[in-house]
Nanobody, 115 residues
Framework: QVHIVESGGGLVQPGGSLRLSCVAVGIIFDIGAMGWYRQAPGKQRELVAD???????NYADSAKGRFTISRDNAKTTVYLQMDSLKPEDTAVYYC?????????WGQGTQVTVSS
């Protein structure tokens, strides 16, 4: 079975940086787009960034200029480099990976931005 595993979350001060990683583990033939959502307490889940199989990227307005999404050559790992972090970025970040059969989700990783 394919597992989606996130890592890299933690506690960081405002203005700091974190790099999230997401790996799709298993025998994978048809992986497509991958990306990141986040959900803060009391708020709806929102798309942060995604990247297509062809490398096209998309960012939420709140992430533009601060976050960078990328993936490895095998297209099974996606990264989210987060710079200039703000308290409003505090959330559980969820990675997803698209397949022809549907969308798979990771378990989430907590990002807390606080002084």
């Amino acid at each position: 079975q394919v597992h989606i595993v996130e890592s890299g979350g933690g506690l960081v001060q405002p203005g700091g940086s974190l790099r999230l990683s997401c790996v799709a583990v298993g025998i994978i033939f048809d992986i497509g787009a991958m990306g990141w959502y986040r959900q803060a307490p009391g708020k709806q889940r929102e798309l942060v960034a995604d990247i297509t199989e062809g490398g096209h990227t998309n960012y939420a307005d709140s992430a533009k200029g601060r976050f960078t999404i990328s993936r490895d050559n095998a297209k099974t790992t996606v990264y989210l480099q987060m710079d200039s972090l703000k308290p409003e970025d505090t959330a559980v970040y969820y990675c997803y990976s698209d397949f022809t059969s549907g969308r798979a989700w990771g378990q989430g990783t907590q990002v807390t931005v606080s002084s």
